[in-house]
């Protein structure tokens, strides 16, 4: 039986993922990318800020050192920082809140398990803060998914054994570092056909409400 659920921040609980999109597309822009594609984006799902920077630099022709794709990463990142200025509670996605009261009514425990190092911001801005049991996010780890790393980070604040979580996840990455972190994973929007994801659905209200009509 399932002791605690997971959330993946970006795409499961908020609709960052749309900001992120625009900064890198900005970043793409200002070194000459113009084919920048939502379709690139969406190989930056779940992977660390620097591997998403690769993504973007695989389509320049120029070599970039170890010190510029860190300023890189710095300019795309106080960009996308500035754009979650204007982050509230109406970026939280459908069904994210009531799914989270649900689960801890049953006794399940909530945590977050994100690659985002902004992670502590965007939970503070959007009202979900004080909703979780515990959050492991890029400031706790080393290793980007598909490595386990976040969600087993996770499982131990919650003192709950691995086997026992559920992770919600959108992204392919994530879907298999909750497989290889010996997790449930459920995947939901852009991981829904995810071929390792234990089930799929549409989104976590389709998800929410599903569990409520067995309540
Ligand atoms: P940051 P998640 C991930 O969040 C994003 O999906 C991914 O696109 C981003 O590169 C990564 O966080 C790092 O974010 O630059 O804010 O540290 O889906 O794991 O919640
Ligand atoms: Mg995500």
């Known amino acids: ?39 690139d984006n969406a190989r930056q799902r779940g992977v660390s800020r620097m591997a998403s920077l690769e993504v973007v630099l695989e389509k320049s022709d120029r070599e970039f050192s170890d010190e510029e794709k860190t300023a890189l990463a710095e300019e795309k990142n106080k960009m996308y920082v500035e754009s979650l200025s204007a982050l509230s509670r109406s970026d939280v996605l459908p069904g994210a809140f009531e799914f989270i009261e649900y689960i801890k009514s049953k006794g399940i425990k909530a945590a977050v398990g994100s690659a985002s190092k902004n992670t502590p911001l965007i939970l503070e801005k959007t009202g979900l803060a004080d909703k979780f049991d515990a959050v492991s996010c890029g400031l706790d780890t080393v290793r980007s998914k598909p490595d386990p790393e976040v969600f087993l980070t996770a499982a131990k604040k ?22 290889a972190g010996g997790m449930y994973a459920v995947a939901v929007g852009a991981a829904e056909h995810a071929p390792k994801a234990d089930i799929s659905v549409g989104s976590l209200e389709s998800l929410y409400k599903a569990m409520d009509i067995f309540a």
Do not use: Q, Y
């Not at 970043?27 to 594609?37: H, Q, S, V, Y």
């Not at 559920?166 to 570092?177: C, L, P, T």
């Open 1 to 39: 039986m399932v002791k605690a659920v997971i959330f993946d921040l970006d795409g499961v609980l908020v609709t960052t993922d749309e900001l992120h999109f625009a900064a890198w597309k900005t970043l793409a822009e200002r070194i000459g990318i113009k084919n920048f594609t939502r379709a």
């Open 158 to 179: 919650l003192g709950v054994d691995p086997c026992r979580c559920a992770v919600i996840e959108d992204s392919n990455a994530g879907i298999e570092a909750a497989k």
